[in-house]
């Protein structure tokens, strides 16, 4: 990677990584829509790239007090449904044709949509917790998302943006959740020999801006209000379903 490239993704990780850890999730989302946008990397070793570097955030914020604020129950319930699931989308994903791909991520990113609008419509969240049984069911979609598409998030930050749980609760699950899910996809990747080439230099580069921007963001959060971090997720999430769905649909049509 040329030197020019190489600042635009350094400065693209660091927005993610403080965009994580403000809202505990949205790497991926920042980092995968910035690369697609402007073409730096081919997808898959974006990919890979950003599943590693959302394990040193996630390491990072649990290391620096967060497992303390983790919902404990809340991630049994969910790891027991999202970790098998993803093996079963990682075997859809080898499967599936490219055009059954597109049609499934179009429907997807419709239904991420259409969850965030949901959350728009209905900022105060819920009255009382969600049953188990909704953590298994949406555990489990995050899972096979997670394997299908490495974008396990929108399940889960539309069903724990809706508890009335404190903010922290929530970042420290969501990022406790997606550090899990990123580990076992990466062991799942490299097994199954489908680890794409990385540029080196980048990933070396990043690691430390990542792990800066954590400390930042950690050290001197912004002061918002928990309307406001809502209608901030509301927009991110609407977002990660376009950006499923738009380029699906654009390469139906091709």
Do not use: C
């Not at 965009?19 to 070793?45: C, E, K, N, R, Y």
């Not at 319930?77 to 044709?97: H, T």
């Not at 998030?153 to 970042?171: C, D, E």
């Amino acid at each position: 990677m040329d030197l020019g490239p190489l600042i635009v993704f350094v400065g693209f990780t660091a927005i993610a990584a403080y965009v994580q850890t403000l809202s505990g999730f949205a790497f991926g989302l920042v980092m995968m829509g910035a690369i697609a946008l402007v073409g730096l990397l081919p997808l898959p070793d974006a990919a890979a790239m950003v599943g590693m570097l959302t394990l040193v955030n996630a390491t990072q914020m649990l290391v620096q007090g967060g497992w303390r604020e983790v919902a404990g129950r809340q991630l049994r319930l969910i790891l027991i449904a999202s970790l098998p699931s993803l093996f079963v989308g990682y075997a859809l994903l080898e499967w599936l044709a490219d055009t059954r791909s597109d049609l499934l991520k179009i429907g997807l990113g419709l239904v991420i949509m259409m969850s965030s609008l949901q959350l728009a419509i209905r900022p105060a969240g819920l009255a009382k917790p969600s049953s188990d049984a909704s953590f298994v069911g949406f555990g489990f979609i995050s899972g096979l998302m997670s394997g299908l598409f490495a974008t396990g998030g929108p399940p889960l930050v539309y069903l724990l943006f809706r508890q009335p749980m404190p903010h922290a609760r929530i970042r420290e699950t969501l990022v406790t959740a997606f550090g899990t899910a990123q580990a076992v996809r990466l062991v799942v990747v490299v097994a199954s020999g489908n680890l794409p080439s990385m540029s080196p230099v980048a990933l070396v580069l990043a690691i430390p801006v990542v792990m800066l921007m954590t400390y930042a963001a950690r050290r001197w959060p912004p002061s918002l209000s928990q309307q406001t971090m809502r209608k901030i997720v509301f927009v991110l999430l609407f977002l990660s379903g376009l950006s499923l769905a738009l380029p699906a649909a654009m390469h139906l049509a091709a």
